[in-house]
């Protein structure tokens, strides 16, 4: 079965870190980007970054560089993402998507399940 | 940063109806446009691509339409499986691939 399966929920508190991992299966891993996607409670979809699944390269928006670190492990099919410096701002679902590494830019085809991470004191 | 606009923020619509759903990008992002559906509790999932065509396994009553900086999402007679929020998103070459703000298409 083609999925993108995301760790569970997370409790943080303010100033701390956490990592969220996206493993993928039923496909082959390489050949594709995993995109980054939160959405905070009630809001829409933001957009966070990407990493190639090739190449090991990453893009993120701008508001979420230097505290965005996207990382991946090609032996377990498996990409992650840790934020730092948390603030209760950053308590949302995060989606790990994937889209195809195509000539050109694609659109995000396949979704993880989301992982819910608050932040609080 | 391209920024993506959807209208109207919310759309009610009776079951059978036809809704209609626009997509503005504050420049051309030619074709690159994707429209996504999410009801609650779910992850977002994939409607259209390439501004027109639909994903794999999409009925044929969504189609969508335009390129350059106007889109255009068409539900041609919903069903009760269809009310959600919808969004647009670009993926042009220039990053962030923004997302509109969505469309919550309601029943009336």
């Known amino acids: 079965q083609v999925q993108l399966v995301q760790s569970g929920a997370e409790v943080k508190k303010p100033g701390a870190s956490v990592r969220v991992s996206c493993k993928a299966s039923?496909?082959?891993?390489?050949?594709?980007?995993i995109h980054w996607v939160r959405q905070a409670p009630g809001q829409g979809l933001e957009w966070m970054g990407w990493?190639?699944?090739?190449?090991?390269?990453?893009t993120s928006a701008q508001k979420f560089q230097g505290k965005v670190t996207l990382t991946w492990d090609r032996s377990i099919s498996t990409a992650y993402m840790d934020l730092s410096r948390l603030g209760s701002d950053d308590t949302a679902v995060y989606f790990c998507?994937?889209?195809?590494?195509?000539?050109?830019?694609?659109?995000?085809?396949?979704w993880g399940q989301g992982t819910m991470v608050t932040v609080s004191s | 940063e391209i920024v993506m606009t959807q209208s109207p923020a919310t759309l009610s619509v009776s079951p059978g109806e036809r809704a209609t759903l626009s997509c503005r990008a504050s420049?051309?992002?030619?074709?690159?446009l994707a429209w996504y559906q999410q009801k609650p509790g779910q992850a977002p999932r994939l409607l259209i691509h390439?501004?027109?065509t639909r994903a794999t396994g999409i009925p044929a009553r969504f189609s969508g339409s335009g390129s350059g900086t106007e889109f255009t999402l068409t539900i041609s007679s919903l069903q009760s499986e269809d009310f959600a929020v919808f969004y647009c998103?670009?993926?042009?070459?220039?990053?962030?691939?923004?997302f509109g703000q969505g469309t919550k298409v309601e029943m009336k």
């Open positions: 039923g496909y082959t891993f390489t050949g594709y980007y």
């Open positions: 998103q670009h993926y042009s070459s220039w990053p962030p691939r923004t």
């Open positions: 990493i190639s699944l090739n190449s090991g390269g990453t």
């Open positions: 998507a994937r889209e195809k590494a195509l000539a050109g830019n694609g659109p995000l085809d396949l």
């Open positions: 390439g501004a027109s």
């Open positions: 420049q051309s992002v030619s074709s690159n």
